[in-house]
């Protein structure tokens, strides 16, 4: 089993910054890729970014490339978001992820769904106001 604990949420001016952490512990072997999805009031959650923990390669949303980057500590299997240019349209309910069948081909799908998780941390709070 695998355990997930997020920090760094908050509150943020819209054109402000945030960086998520999300450290992961238990069975190494069972986060091969991690990463982030994001749940706002009323909508169905979605992928923001993941990473795979060998090589870094990385699958970005759409709505995010360009200002957000994901990043890893393999030492201590710890996965990063860096939130730059935040809007209002990034407020949401943050949850780290991690997934044990994972290679360097799987972050170059087109879509990433939640349900090829099964590790889930307990989430933290984003606010751009």
């Known amino acids: 089993d695998v355990q997930l604990v997020e920090s760094g949420g908050g509150s943020v001016q819209a054109g402000g910054s945030l960086r998520l952490s999300c450290q992961a512990s238990g069975n190494a072997y069972a986060s091969n890729c991690m990463g982030w999805f994001r749940q706002a009031p009323g909508k169905e959650r979605e992928a923001v970014s993941v990473?795979?923990?060998?090589?870094?390669?990385?699958y970005y949303a759409d709505s995010v490339k360009g200002r957000f980057t994901i990043s890893r500590y393999n030492a201590n299997n710890t996965v990063y978001l860096q939130m730059n240019r935040l809007n209002p349209e990034d407020t949401a309910m943050y949850y780290c992820?991690?997934?044990?069948?994972?290679?360097?081909?799987?972050?170059?799908?087109?879509?990433?769904?939640?349900?090829?998780?099964?590790?889930w941390g307990q989430g933290t709070q984003v606010t751009v106001s």
């Open positions: 990473i795979y923990m060998g090589e870094g390669n990385a």
């Open positions: 992820a991690a997934k044990r069948l994972c290679d360097r081909f799987y972050p170059r799908r087109a879509s990433v769904p939640p349900s090829d998780f099964g590790y």
